[in-house]
């Protein structure tokens, strides 16, 4: 669905979904065919596409907005959180009823340009990454735009929200994604060598035929065997800084600081 919601509510039920593949592997209690099943069901999803396609359908939603309140202007209490028994005031209704035509086609074409030059470069689909820093960038672009408003932009600061929570959320499901994968071939690894590897690099093509990359800079993901026999596997997190696999809590240490750290796929010590 071209709905940005729809896919956030996917992205929620991914990540209970991944909660009984990660202590199933941490248990190592799925057998290899079982796990080659998993990888090619995860295989299928692509949440670096889905963001285009949730933008693209943002902004149509957005566009129909516009021409929805210069049709109806009587409707507008509606639009902001109000209903058709409370009518908006004279004053307002004239305001917007007088507004000529070509403001709210301005507001249309800065708004498509918007997305074309912000929010959908963010997600680069070909080279498989994702740039917080772009996000940043498109926060501060809307902040200036909303400013000081002019015609041409006296809608945006209804069109255009911050949407830079939820492009961390496609990214953080899409590396979750590729971790879990990664972590699928690791085990059928054991499962055929007795031990997991030395790089991730031993994996292709027998367990995966390509090793997902951090989605996060475009640099291999982190990988090392620990002494207990287990390994750690991370992205550089949405920092974009390599803190050595570290997590970082916040509420009482009993959720993850997507913001601050590593994503780490790592089973707890024995």
Same mark, same amino acid.
């Given at each position: 669905?071209?709905?940005?919601?729809?896919?956030?509510?996917?992205?929620?039920?991914?990540?209970?979904?991944?909660?009984?593949?990660?202590?199933?592997?941490?248990?190592?209690?799925?057998?290899?065919?079982?796990?080659? #099943?998993?990888?090619?069901?995860?295989?299928?999803?692509?949440?670096?596409?889905?963001?285009? +396609?949730?933008?693209?359908? =943002?902004?149509?939603?957005?566009?129909?907005?516009?021409?929805?309140?210069?049709?109806?202007?009587?409707?507008?209490?509606?639009?902001?959180?109000?209903?058709?028994?409370?009518?908006?005031? +004279?004053?307002?209704?004239?305001?917007?009823?007088?507004?000529?035509?070509?403001?709210?086609?301005?507001?249309?074409?800065?708004?498509?340009?918007?997305?074309?030059?912000?929010?959908?470069? *963010?997600?680069?689909?070909?080279?498989?990454?994702?740039?917080?820093?772009?996000?940043?960038?498109?926060?501060?672009?809307?902040?200036?735009?909303?400013?000081?408003?002019?015609?041409?932009?006296?809608?945006?600061?209804?069109?255009?929200?911050?949407?830079?929570?939820?492009?961390?959320?496609?990214?953080?499901?899409? #590396?979750?994604?590729?971790?879990?994968?990664?972590?699928?071939?690791? =085990?059928?690894?054991?499962?055929?060598?007795?031990?997991?590897?030395?790089?991730?690099?031993?994996?292709?093509?027998?367990?995966?035929?390509?090793?997902?990359?951090? *989605?996060?800079?475009?640099?291999?993901?982190?990988? =090392?065997?620990?002494?207990?026999?287990?390994?750690?596997?991370?992205?550089?997190?949405?920092?974009?800084?390599?803190?050595?696999?570290?997590?970082?809590?916040?509420?009482?240490?009993?959720?993850?600081?997507?913001?601050?750290?590593?994503?780490?796929?790592?089973?707890?010590?024995?």
């Amino acid at each position: 669905e071209p709905f940005l919601i729809s896919h956030l509510v996917r992205i929620a039920m991914l990540q209970i979904t991944l909660q009984p593949v990660y202590e199933g592997l941490a248990e190592h209690q799925w057998s290899d065919a079982q796990l080659a #099943e998993l990888d090619s069901e995860m295989a299928k999803l692509d949440f670096l596409t889905d963001y285009q +396609l949730a933008m693209r359908g =943002e902004r149509g939603c957005q566009i129909s907005a516009v021409e929805f309140i210069q049709r109806n202007p009587r409707r507008l209490s509606e639009i902001w959180g109000g209903s058709d028994q409370t009518p908006l005031g +004279l004053l307002p209704l004239l305001l917007y009823s007088s507004i000529p035509s070509g403001w709210f086609y301005q507001n249309e074409l800065r708004v498509c340009r918007f997305y074309e030059t912000q929010y959908l470069p *963010i997600v680069d689909e070909t080279n498989r990454t994702v740039s917080p820093s772009a996000v940043r960038a498109a926060d501060y672009a809307i902040r200036r735009e909303t400013r000081h408003l002019t015609p041409e932009t006296f809608l945006f600061p209804w069109l255009l929200p911050d949407l830079s929570a939820a492009v961390k959320k496609f990214a953080y499901a899409q #590396e979750s994604v590729d971790l879990a994968r990664v972590a699928i071939a690791l =085990e059928r690894y054991r499962l055929a060598m007795g031990m997991y590897p030395e790089s991730l690099d031993a994996l292709s093509p027998r367990f995966m035929d390509e090793i997902p990359h951090d *989605i996060i800079g475009g640099e291999p993901l982190h990988y =090392e065997r620990t002494n207990d026999g287990q390994f750690i596997l991370y992205s550089v997190g949405w920092n974009g800084r390599d803190d050595g696999g570290v997590v970082v809590y916040r509420k009482g240490g009993k959720v993850v600081d997507t913001d601050q750290g590593d994503w780490v796929w790592r089973y707890p010590a024995k």
